[in-house]
């Protein structure tokens, strides 16, 4: 039976690494030692016990800490791994078994004693981040641990990130925080906050170890898995679309046709468009629904159409509930389009990378071998040269957006790079 780690793809030394902590930290709590004293490892001491716990004869605390940072690409698995071993925390034998209810419940979601804090905006608010830091600090239902995963804490705001500071310089001895981040750059994570956490750093999984997975677990036929894990790149959930949604594969060939598209001035300016009308209708159509179930239960708890003494007063701070709500589902979607567009950057991206690699002639496998031949063809135009030029135009697109540059201006002005070369 596959445990809670299984899904982790392509990430032995991180595994190991969690294993190790997940049975210190089973130690800690059967010793009683964590009510006793703060015997989990002090603040900031957490680096100098990186690396190996030689067995036996020491504090059963070593291997464990308070606070942890997991980073890594997109898609590598970050809060699949913070997940798992809050599972592994929760596990009744302290291993991640899979099987326990405290296994169980973590993963699916409903375990008392974990919060997920997923930012639906652009950021993580500071008095959201208050509130979950007030709870954290209360006692384990479940007796074990507390743990907060909050995935991307580069999302933090500021005062936010501050408040979490705060809790993790002072730990309640029975609370875990599991931050998720691209990397521990201060534009990810602030130096503070990455000083008093142990860093667990993920890699982008091999294309083989994605597509065993996609077989093991989702049931893809091999040869789609193969494919799909090479499209994507090393992005787990992005393989898994690409192997089972035809919606998503019909997505990445327009993407993909962009470059024989590029032909003249106009067609740059109308590429850029599609590319752009593209990421807000896949956006829309991923958070529609999620906006229309959430105003029908505002609406529903709020009492809508209400009459009688008090009710203008009601419909006030309903009215004011209402906007608030807009405002979030705002901000979400334009996450959302944000996201989209860079998985379409992204894939264009691996249609220059296949060019330049071809006309490099390099020994690897192309990340589309769908468009190989047309990236040989580009190749053979191009040069090395001129493929990685449109590779630069679509990374520097992509950083262009990432700084706040208008989507439509930065993708025109990439278009026109790509025409021009
Ligand atoms: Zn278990």
Known sequence: MPDVFADLVGQ????????RAAAAAAAVLRAGAVDRAPALIAAGDADALDGDTPAGGVDPA??????????GPPGSGRSVAARAFA????CVHGTGCGECPGCRTTMGGTHADVRLVVPEGLSIGVNEMRALVLRAASTPSGGRWQVVIIED???LTEAAGNALLKAIEEPPPRTVFLLCAPSTHPDDISVTIRSRCRVVPLRQPPATAVAEVLVRRDGVAPDVAQWAAAAA????GRARRLARDPEARKRR???LAVPRRLTGVGAAFDAASALIEAAEAEAAASVTEADAAERAALETALGAGGTGRGASGAIRGAAGQLKELEKRQKSRATRAQRDALDRALVDLAGFYRDALTMALRAPVAPVHTDTAALAGAGAQKWDAEGALRRLEAVLACRAAIESNVKPRIAVEAMMLALWKG
């Open 12 to 19: 032995d030394e991180a595994v190991t690494e969690l294993r």
């Open 62 to 71: 070593a291997g464990m800490t308070h606070a942890w940072i997991f980073t």
């Open 87 to 90: 599972a592994a925390l929760q």
């Open 153 to 155: 804490a580069d999302r």
């Open 233 to 236: 790149q090393g992005h787990v």
């Open 253 to 255: 060939e327009a993407v």
